[in-house]
């Protein structure tokens, strides 16, 4: 999923809108996380409606004044605005915390596609490895809330840091620091074949 945005300016909707154009920036904010892509339009009715439902499911979920611990997740704004000015207007309305591409950036276009998007508001949410969880969202978020991020982390087999077993360290042949992290937020095949052997 981070190779979609790599070789990519992301821009961080904060006051001084800072550019993350190196691939450790783009690595540290999307590696690991499951990926929400929000198309959507200024002149879209919808989309205005929509924006305070998915401003609020995204600071639930990620604003430390709501939760102790925040979620692997990152949302971007893909606008579909006729300009730079409508993409400024829905941006002013979106979380701090959200990334967006610049609105002279042709990418815009080629997500839309490659995720073949023809309506909006549309949310594809994408798993850290960069396949797709749901194609549209929206309706899911608007119904079910947060807890829909539950029923994706688990359809993606995504572990929280916080439930990583300090005994993992123990372990000296260790590829590197953050193994056991990766190890017990994937579940891997061998993983699963040793519960197996267990439950046997």
Known sequence: ??????????????????????????????????????????????????????NDFFRRLKDPAYIEYPKLLALIYISLDQSEKQQERVLK????RILFLAF?????????????VKDVPTVVVLRPDGS???????????RFGPDCFLNWQESAELIERSFMLNE??????????TDPLRRLKYKTEDDKRKKSWWKL
């Open 104 to 116: 002279d950036d042709p990418y815009r276009k080629e997500l839309q596609t490659m995720f073949k």
């Open 168 to 177: 993992e360290f123990n372990d000296l042949d260790l590829r590197s620091a």
């Open 132 to 142: 797709v969880l749901s194609p549209n969202a929206v309706e899911d978020i608007g």
């Open 1 to 54: 999923m981070v190779d979609l945005f790599l070789n990519r300016v992301l821009v961080e909707n904060n006051w001084d809108q800072d550019e993350l154009n190196t691939e450790r920036e783009i690595l540290g904010i999307l590696e690991n996380r499951i990926l929400m892509l929000f198309f959507a339009s200024a002149e879209c009715e919808s989309c205005q409606e929509f924006v305070p439902v998915v």
């Open 93 to 96: 309305q979106m979380h701090k």
